[in-house]
């Protein structure tokens, strides 16, 4: 099947794409290249452009009628952009998206996949979330994740679009092929300082945050190898109307996590584990940052037939992996 990955040449949506591809799919690439690489779609059709952009989307629906479905990755992503410039992400993760939405549903492209985020979920005494737990994200990025999903649930209501929205928990690691992974050399979630301390290119990996209300007082996440994450985004492009039927709506939202809930200094552990002493040193929590949860994936084995299946040992030599490589693929 041939899919539109928008945000395909960036972190999930090119790893997407290679699983898209290593299933024996086509992957059409959407991408401004504005956060992406070039370098991560060789191969594949990449289309640049805004994929708000209506006559662009036109033009890659003229040239590809056979597109099967979307899948849209493409956002801007930084948490602490967002408190900066709330607008330019309320612009660019909803409107441009919904720009995009009703052009496809225009021209009978109706199955979508959005990238959505388990950052919309209120805290949960047990930590544990599902899907139908309370939402109240934190910031201005994670709402636009919210009203999207919602204004997407209303759209579907009301005409042929059907949707699945995926929640990812903490994406980590790369393809197993090192094909593509995240751009920056320096990522500023948890993993990326951690790969930082041990290169030495800090002095310590700071643990933020030791007072919390969990097991080991730091803060708590749901770490899933993002290849598992890509598997999921495959059983969804070939399940999708099964999927829908069997839930018995026009648009679902799907939970993707490990069900596992990981502290740092869990996570400290099992990155020592795989490669060796890193300097530590304690600090308070950052503003805004969440205490944590993490997934119950039962709706995504049910409808998707899907679970995670590589552990954090794994995501965390994966990660790894692709920093030695990353300058190679990137070119910077
Ligand atoms: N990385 C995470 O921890 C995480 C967690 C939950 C959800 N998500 C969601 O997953 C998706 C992918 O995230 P990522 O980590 O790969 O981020 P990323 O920044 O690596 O990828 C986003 C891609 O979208 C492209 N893009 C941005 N605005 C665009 C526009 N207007 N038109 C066309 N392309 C545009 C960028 O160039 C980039 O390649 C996003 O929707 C994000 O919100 C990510």
Known sequence: ????????????????ATALAEAGHVPVVLDDLSRG???????????????GDRALIRHIIGEHPDLHATIHCGAKIVVPDSVAHPYDYYLTNVSRSLELVDEL???GKARFIFSSSGSVYAPSDSFEVHEESPLAPTSPYARTKMVLEMALADIAAGTDLRVISLRYFNPIGA???????TRDALP?????????????????FVITGTDLPTRDGTGLRDYVHVWDLARAHV?????????????GVASSVINLGTGQGVTVRELV??????????????????????IGAWANVDKAARLLGWRSELGLDDGIASALAWDRRRAEVVGE
Do not use: N
């Open 235 to 247: 059983a969804a492009v070939e399940r999708f109307d099964d999927a829908l039927q069997q839930d």
């Open 175 to 181: 393809s197993p092929s090192l094909r593509s992974g």
């Open 105 to 107: 549903v225009q021209r």
């Open 188 to 204: 500023s979630h948890v993993l990326g300082r951690l790969v930082a301390a041990a290169r030495g290119d800090v002095e310590s």
């Open 269 to 290: 552990a099992a990155f020592e584990r795989v490669s060796g002493p890193v300097p530590i040193s304690e600090g308070p929590p950052r503003p805004g940052d969440a």
């Open 37 to 51: 690489a070039r370098a991560f779609t060789r191969g594949w059709d990449l289309y640049v452009g805004d994929y």
């Open 1 to 16: 099947m041939k899919v539109l990955v928008t945000g395909g040449a960036g972190y999930i949506g090119s790893t997407v």
